[in-house]
């Protein structure tokens, strides 16, 4: 799916049917990533009729191969763009999710308080001038 498809479809969401806040932090996290250059991929791959992915042999295999059009290619990259960044403060969720912020007094886990109209953390108390924020990873998979 090209970059440019994928932010004609968040336009659409965000205008047709995103209603809630949570739905419109990810679509706030979407539009974040799609800003942000890709970086170039080191090599290409085509996939076989059986499903299974191959490394290109030359530079004229790839170029035939685009050119033709019948075969899937994917780009394989050295480092995959880090899921896990600061973000502009603007673009945090205000539905009480627990999110990271930053600020240049300090670091804190917090979450939006409606009531109180700030970021919080603590027992209530005010998160500072936050500048950035960052979602919480996932916790660990427990061991059965």
């Known amino acids: 799916m090209s970059r440019e498809l994928l932010r004609r479809a968040v336009d659409a969401l965000d205008e047709h049917f995103v209603t809630t806040d949570e739905g419109k932090s990810l679509l706030k996290d979407i539009?974040?990533?799609?800003?942000?250059?890709?970086?170039?991929?080191?090599?290409?791959?085509?996939?076989?009729?059986?499903?299974?992915?191959?490394?290109?042999?030359?530079?004229?295999?790839y170029k035939n191969t685009v050119k033709d059009g019948r075969w899937p290619?994917?780009?394989?990259?050295?480092?995959?763009?880090?899921?896990?960044?600061?973000?502009?403060?603007?673009?945090?969720?205000?539905?009480g999710t627990e999110v990271l912020l930053f600020s240049v007094f300090d670091i804190g886990l917090c979450y939006w308080s409606d009531e109180m109209k700030c970021w919080t953390w603590g027992a209530g108390k005010?998160?500072?001038?936050?500048?950035?924020?960052?979602?919480?990873?996932?916790h660990p998979k427990a061991k059965i």
């Open 31 to 61: 539009e974040y990533f799609l800003e942000k250059p890709l970086p170039e991929p080191v090599t290409h791959q085509f996939q076989d009729t059986d499903g299974s992915w191959h490394d290109f042999i030359n530079p004229d295999h």
């Open 73 to 95: 290619i994917r780009a394989l990259y050295a480092e995959q763009p880090a899921i896990n960044q600061w973000r502009p403060i603007e673009t945090a969720p205000k539905d």
């Open 126 to 138: 005010k998160f500072l001038n936050p500048s950035h924020w960052m979602p919480l990873p996932e």
